[in-house]
């Protein structure tokens, strides 16, 4: 079994051990090695594996994934391979362990915040490649939080870091183990290892952790979406919140210079923007309604068919609301009929008092149907003639 150092100090970067033994990997050009002791944490808890090189005499070789087996031996994927006996130093992406340390520590903060002043329990945690999120079961089957809520859990866990309280991890003997208040029961009965952070959280956790509140840096909840019952919570801590921070900045500074507002204003000016623009196009549609009233009054031939006003009008694409509204406008009157093809949409209406089946009438030139006083479809402008024709035909 692997001596975990990581359990001793969360900080050890480098670190001296032996190989025990070698595999082949899982992937061709790859093995795995297991070591006598090493400070590389093998994915686990929701925390991903550390990476970083393992020097040798004669080369290095360069740790991509780290995992744990069932025996609790640390395996440690290589791409080349390092013989059994062989003396080596670990050294490890420092950068990566400590972001995923804070992501960690602060998701520790955050989970028994919740616990205390909501009385949810965390399921499970998630820490991704953006931002990690937790799954919490609140009473009465709530799946979101308020907005008040979520100002006040990110209070407390920020109070909290600041006040940079000892972050603590131990092997407590049965005895003392039975006495603790922890958050929620240990979910393995042997080597439980306890993570105590100041007086906020106490919780049996085999991770790594910062060495105090203050260096979880800052937390900040980004969402809480429902998901299988519960309020998943996503969040950022760390150098990661600072980074979303400057990201969203970035893009409400860019909106404010192209709406010409400052940032605060941000809001009232998108919603100010968006009802002049509906407004805008309420007009434009009407304009445009108006113009092909027009049109169809243009082309209106009463010579056609007995009784009746055809209008035959074959014009390009426009837009739907504004078709609609002038087709059904048009066909509002008596002893209309209305042939329209606007680029390759056909539309066939007519009035209430003329008895010819537009759906039927479109199916006979072109793909689509309808009702018998409006059908729409698909077909070349052409398509429009032959419907004049057939009617001249068949009607006169
Ligand atoms: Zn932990």
Redesign the pocket.
């Known amino acids: 079994m692997t001596e975990r150092l990581y359990y001793e100090d969360a900080y050890l970067w480098e670190f001296d051990g032996t190989v025990t033994r070698v595999r082949d990997g899982r992937k061709p050009g790859t093995w795995e090695a297991a070591l006598d002791r090493s400070a590389f944490y093998p994915t686990s ?1 929701g925390q991903p594996f550390d990476t970083g090189l393992m020097r040798f005499d004669g080369g290095e070789a360069r740790v991509t994934d780290v995992e744990s087996d069932r025996e609790g031996e640390v395996w440690h994927t290589l791409d080349r391979r390092i013989s059994e006996g062989t003396a080596v130093h670990g050294i490890i992406d420092g950068a990566r362990r400590t972001d995923h340390m804070e992501q ?1 520590g602060g998701e ?1 903060m955050l989970a028994g915040a919740i616990w205390e002043k909501l009385q949810g329990t965390t399921i499970g945690l998630h820490l991704g490649q953006e931002d990690s999120t937790i799954d919490v079961q609140l009473p009465g089957e709530r799946t979101h939080l308020t907005e008040d809520e979520i100002r006040m859990l990110e209070d407390t866990v920020n109070a909290r870091i600041r006040q940079d309280a000892e972050i603590r991890c131990w092997f407590p003997e049965a005895e003392e183990l039975a006495r603790l208040p922890l958050r929620k029961q240990p979910t393995v009965s042997e080597h439980v290892r306890i ?1 105590a952070m100041g007086d906020f959280e106490m919780v049996a ?1 085999g ?1 790594t ?1 910062p060495a105090s509140t203050g260096r979880i840096g800052a937390l900040k909840i980004l969402n809480v979406i429902p998901a299988k019952g519960k309020a998943r919570v996503s969040f950022v801590c760390g150098s990661r919140a600072m980074a979303v921070f400057q990201k969203y900045m970035r893009s409400a500074d860019k909106a404010g210079a192209a709406l010409s507002c400052p940032v605060e204003k941000l809001s009232r000016a998108a919603s100010e923007l968006k009802s002049r623009l509906a407004e805008a196009e309420r007009k434009a549609n009407r304009f445009e309604t108006k113009e092909m009233l027009e049109e169809f009054r243009q082309a209106e031939n009463r010579e056609d068919l007995k009784g009746i006003t055809l209008a035959a009008v074959i014009r390009d694409e426009a837009d739907p609301r504004a078709v609609s509204a002038a087709v059904a406008e048009y066909i509002s009157g008596p002893g209309k009929l209305l042939l329209l093809a606007c680029g390759e949409k056909l539309t066939f209406g007519r009035s209430a008092d003329v008895d010819i089946d537009m759906g039927v009438l479109i199916r006979r030139v072109g793909r689509g149907g309808g009702r018998p006083d409006l059908a729409g479809g698909a077909g070349i402008p052409e398509c429009v003639n032959v419907a004049r024709k057939i009617l001249k035909t068949e009607y006169r």
């Open positions: 808890g960690h520790h993570v956790c991770g952790h």
